[in-house]
T-cell receptor, first 115, second 116 residues
Framework: DTGVSQNPRHKITKRGQNVTFRCDPI?????LYWYRQTLGQGPEFLTY????????KSRLLSDRFSAERPKGSFSTLEIQRTEQGDSAMYLC?????????????FGPGTRLTVL | AQTVTQSQPEMSVQEAETVTLSCTYD???????LFWYKQPPSRQMILVIR??????QNATENRFSVNFQKAAKSFSLKISDSQLGDAAMYFC?????????????FGKGTRLSVIA
């Protein structure tokens, strides 16, 4: 069990550019979640997957955001035409499918700064 | 929609003393789970303690315990014998019991400082 990993850890980009983040969940975890955390706030849910199927998208996930989880393993989160308001920490978490005690394990996050 | 409120943006405690962090939530569901997560500076979030709503007994994990008041929709975290390593952001979170392991709803967090 190597934990949830995210790459890159930091990304600085100019407004209008596209960025892509990657999350590698704990192996055998069926569910994968993306959250966004802005300064002084708690994480907010963006979207989540069960295997390769995207089950739910938050209203926070505008058309500029897209997430995929091909083959039910790693996931990518792409932001097109970035805006300064997209600056945040993007957190990935994974868990087993079901069971009350199956906690969500978080990765270290990708900090995005849009200039 | 469910909401989680943490009314204490910052708290401080002397080393070895006890501190209580507050959390209230709002839901119309009867079956759910509540969590406290710890986020140390520049480190990833880890689970501190969990509580199933159907259990009347308050959860405990070593120095960490909760006071779960379902009718009042209150879920506070007590840290006993505080240590320097307890300094972190603490987030209260809610999860529905429906449809498997669903996304978490977090509060805004409480920053805990531990004074040596």
């Amino acid at each position: 069990d190597t934990g949830v990993s995210q790459n890159p850890r930091h990304k600085i980009t100019k407004r209008g550019q596209n960025v892509t983040f990657r999350c590698d969940p704990i192996s055998e975890h069926n569910r994968l979640y993306w959250y966004r955390q802005t300064l002084g706030q708690g994480p907010e849910f963006l979207t989540y997957f069960q295997n390769e199927a995207q089950l739910e998208k938050s209203r926070l996930l505008s058309d500029r955001f897209s997430a995929e989880r091909p083959k039910g393993s790693f996931s990518t989160l792409e932001i097109q035409r970035t805006e300064q308001g997209d600056s945040a920490m993007y957190l990935c978490a994974s868990s087993r499918l079901a069971g009350a005690r199956n906690e969500q394990f978080f990765g270290p996050g990708t900090r995005l700064t849009v200039l | 929609a469910q909401t989680v409120t943490q009314s204490q943006p910052e708290m401080s405690v002397q080393e070895a003393e006890t501190v209580t962090l507050s959390c209230t939530y709002d839901t119309s569901e009867s079956d759910y789970y509540l969590f406290w997560y710890k986020q140390p500076p520049s480190r990833q979030m880890i689970l501190v303690i969990r509580q199933e709503a159907y259990k009347q007994q308050n959860a405990t994990e070593n120095r960490f315990s909760v006071n779960f008041q379902k009718a009042a929709k209150s879920f506070s975290l007590k840290i006993s014998d505080s240590q320097l390593g307890d300094a972190a952001m603490y987030f209260c979170a809610y999860r529905s019991a429906n449809s498997g392991n669903t996304p978490l709803v977090f509060g805004k967090g409480t920053r805990l400082s531990v004074i040596a």
